[in-house]
């Protein structure tokens, strides 16, 4: 059973709790598979949707959920200690500053992937938690399914999930903002020498990819394989000086 930690509790509670939590995690037994099992960390300021969450995704076979925090200053201590995989970001962004958290949680656990779980329709907050280093957007109500299959696409693909309107809203968005000449803090633009550094076929490759085309979807265009694909993107983001997919996408503009 995973421990729930709410606000309302003592913090020699919380911290003592923290301390069981982290010898669980050291000593899952190990015919789980643990090289193969995606550790999750649930945070969220709504205890039911916690707890559906944890009871839901720990029936999977291929997850575990470490635990759960009710705000992002306990979460960011659960992260440093636990370093888990994928964490499930379920509280209130809108402003500048609740941005922060992923950020410093990317600091912490530089491999772990943040997927925001919210109701919002704001474009503009979904493309911020893009920026600031989320590397997806699910909403409420999807099916467990389709949450499932979220999780394993960041964590063994390293590819962004985002519907399709993003996607178009994130693209638009890189291309207004080169045209106009903003900027935006969380924007580093890939220089046109980078982009002229790439083969023609690595620039097609390059630019599905900022889309958010999947690797396997970019190979069905090109009629190459998927493995051939993955390895033409590991020599892009050498090249263009980016990470990973998500990384590429926000950072793309238009300018080649």
Same mark, same amino acid.
């Given at each position: 059973?995973?421990?729930?930690?709410?606000?309302?509790?003592?913090?020699s509670l919380i911290y003592f709790y923290?301390?069981?939590?982290?010898?669980?995690?050291?000593?899952?037994?190990?015919?789980?598979?643990?090289?193969?099992?995606?550790?999750?960390?649930?945070?969220?300021?709504?205890?039911?949707?916690?707890?559906?969450?944890?009871?839901?995704?720990?029936?999977?076979?291929?997850?575990?959920?470490?635990?759960?925090?009710?705000?992002s200053a306990h979460a960011l201590s659960?992260?440093?200690?636990?370093?888990?995989?994928?964490?499930?970001?379920?509280?209130?962004?809108?402003?500048?500053?609740?941005?922060?958290?992923?950020?410093?949680?990317?600091?912490?656990?530089?491999?772990?992937?943040?997927?925001?779980?919210?109701?919002?329709?704001?474009?503009?907050?979904?493309?911020?938690?893009?920026?600031?280093?989320?590397?997806?957007?699910?909403?409420?109500?999807?099916?467990?399914?389709?949450?499932? !299959?979220? &999780?394993?696409?960041?964590? *063994?693909?390293? $590819?962004?999930? =985002?519907?399709? %309107? @993003?996607?178009?809203?994130?693209? /638009?968005?890189?291309?207004?903002?080169?045209?106009?000449?903003?900027?935006?803090?969380?924007?580093?633009?890939?220089?046109?020498?980078?982009?002229?550094?790439?083969?023609?076929?690595?620039?097609?490759?390059?630019?599905?990819?900022?889309?958010?085309?999947?690797? !396997?979807? &970019?190979?069905?265009?090109? *009629?190459?394989? $998927?493995?051939? =694909?993955?390895? %033409? @993107?590991?020599?892009?983001?050498? /090249?263009?000086?980016?990470?990973?997919?998500?990384?590429?996408?926000?950072?793309?503009?238009?300018?080649?």
């Amino acid at each position: 059973m995973t421990i729930q930690f709410r606000d309302n509790y003592p913090d020699s509670l919380i911290y003592f709790y923290d301390i069981l939590l982290i010898a669980k995690v050291l000593y899952l037994p190990m015919d789980k598979g643990m090289s193969e099992i995606v550790r999750i960390l649930i945070v969220s300021d709504c205890e039911i949707d916690s707890c559906g969450l944890n009871a839901a995704l720990n029936q999977q076979a291929e997850f575990h959920v470490l635990g759960d925090g009710a705000n992002s200053a306990h979460a960011l201590s659960l992260i440093s200690s636990l370093c888990p995989d994928v964490v499930l970001l379920d509280i209130g962004l809108k402003y500048r500053n609740d941005w922060d958290v992923i950020v410093k949680a990317r600091e912490l656990a530089p491999n772990c992937k943040i997927l925001i779980y919210t109701n919002s329709k704001e474009e503009q907050e979904n493309l911020s938690a893009l920026h600031s280093g989320a590397f997806g957007i699910l909403h409420r109500g999807m099916t467990i399914d389709l949450l499932s !299959k979220a &999780i394993c696409h960041v964590h *063994f693909n390293d $590819e962004i999930w =985002v519907d399709h %309107k @993003l996607v178009m809203e994130m693209w /638009k968005y890189n291309v207004q903002e080169s045209t106009n000449g903003g900027g935006n803090e969380h924007l580093q633009r890939i220089s046109c020498e980078k982009l002229e550094s790439l083969t023609p076929r690595e620039q097609l490759v390059a630019e599905l990819a900022a889309k958010g085309v999947s690797a !396997k979807l &970019i190979g069905e265009q090109l *009629f190459i394989s $998927e493995k051939t =694909v993955r390895n %033409k @993107l590991t020599f892009i983001y050498s /090249k263009l000086g980016v990470k990973s997919q998500l990384e590429l996408s926000v950072n793309w503009s238009d300018s080649q």
